[in-house]
Antibody, heavy 121, light 108 residues
């Protein structure tokens, strides 16, 4: 079955960089758009970014534009999130999720288990 | 930017029916999807589209939509349904996605 596994989280000082990875298996990765979603401690889910199946289109929530970059390597079945100029407010569990769309029906499935990024204030 | 509004908390007696709502302009163009999240776990989709349940999701979960409001209904709530529930929708005008603030469901 489809599975996603994130890695790369950790503690990073403000202003520094980190790259998250999301390894996909059990489905044809290169045919699906993919998302990053984050959740700050004790808070709700926040959509971060999406990348099209071939990497040609990328969209970001306003608060991360210019600092976080989503990318993918379809030859390695892997999704990435390059995080630069990190701030305390970027502290969160980061999830990757597969996009499923049929006409006006859209949903995320599956989700990875998440990786925690901590930026001390 | 579009927003989705949910009640922060809802409670239901064991075995009774509860409805969780989600309101936002983007729901006029795209159906909501609903996610259940239990403490320390990743979200899991429970309803998507007009009223679709992924395999493994009990049939006590159902969805509906009218105008700018989507609803998740649990008919005969069980103790294991106690969780946070989030709605999500795509904003077609911006190619962004948005989550509601979440509803904490307590089963009494």
């Amino acid at each position: 079955q489809a599975q996603l596994v994130e890695s790369g989280g950790g503690v990073v000082q403000p202003g520094r960089s980190l790259r998250l990875s999301c390894a996909a298996s059990g489905f044809t990765f290169s045919t699906y758009a993919m998302h990053w979603v984050r959740q700050a401690p004790g808070k709700g889910l926040e959509w971060v970014a999406v990348i099209s199946y071939d990497g040609s289109n990328k969209y970001y929530t306003d608060s991360v534009k210019g600092r976080l970059t989503i990318s993918r390597d379809n030859s390695k079945n892997t999704l990435y999130l390059q995080m630069n100029s990190l701030r305390a407010e970027d502290t969160a569990v980061y999830y990757c999720a597969r996009d499923l769309t049929i006409s006006s029906e859209n949903w995320f499935d599956p989700w990875g288990q998440g990786t925690l990024v901590t930026v001390p204030s | 930017s579009s927003e989705l509004t949910q009640d922060p908390a809802v409670s239901v007696a064991l075995g009774q029916t509860v409805r969780i709502t989600c309101q936002g302009d983007s729901l006029r163009s795209y159906y909501a999807s609903w996610y259940q999240q239990k403490p320390g776990q990743a979200p899991v989709v429970v309803i998507y589209g007009k009223n679709n349940r992924p395999s493994g999701i009990p049939d006590r979960f159902s969805g509906s939509s009218s105008g700018d409001t989507a609803s998740l209904t649990i008919t005969g709530a069980q103790a294991e349904d106690e969780a946070d529930y989030y709605c999500n929708s795509r904003d077609s005008s911006t190619n962004h996605w948005v989550f509601g603030g979440g509803t904490k469901l307590t089963v009494l």
